[in-house]
T-cell receptor, first 114, second 114 residues
Framework: GAVVSQHPSWVICKSGTSVKIECRSL??????MFWYRQFPKQSLMLMAT?????????EQGVEKDKFLINHASLTLSTLTVTSAHPEDSSFYIC??????????FGPGTRLTVL | GNSVTQMEGPVTLSEEAFLTINCTYT??????LFWYVQYPGEGLQLLLK?????DKGSNKGFEATYRKETTSFHLEKGSVQVSDSAVYFC?????????????FGTGTQLKVEL
């Protein structure tokens, strides 16, 4: 079946630094990928929709300058958390949409900002 | 706006017990409804879906019926196994394949014991 990977699976960084998270569709091409954020015991909240070769579409309330998304190829999207702060600590999950239109999810990345 | 409400967990059951996880929704328009499952250390996987009223989605012994009159999509299984231990998410989308924006519930953790 369709597989989506994320790297790293967990990361710890210092406040003020930037962190890049990669999302890859391993066996299909994805023109659209999604980035979600999940707080403990809360639902997944869509942050942005990433379209290959164009700018990402951000959900209301998500700072586009803080959460930079790049979708440079049909199998890779990256999320960069810039100038990270402790409140950015969370579980970040990506998904990729295959040509028939089904979303496949990555395993998530745990970010801890000290 | 759209929202999904599901019962809080964790739900702890003995093997072969009957499972019900409640899910209700509010939506503008006519949504498709989904159940996703997340096993430890893995990404969310689509478990089943229903795209119109009275449709029943089923997979791996799980089933859920789209009830428009009660705006519900409760997940059921007649006899759970230890291997069913996971977190279950109810979700809706205004696209039938779930390929566009998904709105998730908070997730319900299921623990099945011998």
């Amino acid at each position: 079946g369709a597989v989506v990977s994320q790297h790293p699976s967990w990361v710890i960084c210092k406040s003020g630094t930037s962190v890049k998270i990669e999302c890859r569709s391993l066996d299909f091409q994805a023109t659209t990928m999604f980035w979600y954020r999940q707080f403990p015991k809360q639902s997944l909240m869509l942050m942005a929709t990433s379209n290959e070769g164009s700018k990402a579409t951000y959900e209301q309330g998500v700072e586009k300058d803080k959460f930079l998304i790049n979708h440079a190829s049909l199998t890779l999207s990256t999320l960069t958390v810039t100038s990270a702060h402790p409140e950015d600590s969370s579980f970040y999950i990506c998904s990729a949409r295959n040509p028939p239109g089904t979303q496949y999810f990555g395993p998530g990345t745990r970010l801890t900002v000290l | 706006g759209n929202s999904v409400t599901q019962m809080e967990g964790p739900v702890t059951l003995s093997e072969e017990a009957f499972l019900t996880i409640n899910c209700t929704y509010t939506a503008t328009g006519y949504p498709s409804l989904f159940w996703y499952v997340q096993y430890p250390g893995e990404g969310l996987q689509l478990l089943l879906k229903a795209t119109k009223a009275d449709d029943k989605g089923s997979n791996k012994g799980f089933e859920a019926t789209y009830r428009k009159e009660t705006t519900s999509f409760h997940l059921e299984k007649g006899s759970v196994q230890v291997s069913d231990s996971a977190v279950y998410f109810c979700a809706l989308s205004l696209s039938t394949g779930g390929g566009n924006k998904l709105t998730f519930g908070t997730g319900t953790q299921l623990k099945v014991e011998l």
